[in-house]
């Protein structure tokens, strides 16, 4: 199972991320957990590194995927 981590804060954006795995988990059989975040302190407070894959948006409202990725 391949853990991903979508850090996106336009909800439109992460339903067509979404979308996209989802087709990707089906045309591979690789199964997908995917874990929603919809700003870069939602991820970066209390990180445990669980995820194989984070997709993380650079602007965000309350910390910028930059930070989010420094912490």
């Known amino acids: 199972m391949v853990r991903i981590a979508l850090v996106e804060d336009d909800p439109i954006y992460r339903n067509q991320l979404k979308e996209y795995l989802a087709r990707y988990e089906k045309e591979s059989a690789e199964k997908i957990r995917i874990t929603t975040f919809t700003?870069?302190?939602?991820?970066?407070?209390?990180?445990?590194?669980?995820?194989d894959i984070i997709l993380m948006?650079?602007?965000?409202?309350?910390?910028?995927?930059m930070t989010a990725a420094e912490e």
């Open 39 to 51: 700003d870069g302190d939602e991820i970066a407070i209390g990180y445990r590194a669980e995820y």
């Open 57 to 65: 948006d650079i602007e965000m409202n309350y910390m910028d995927g």
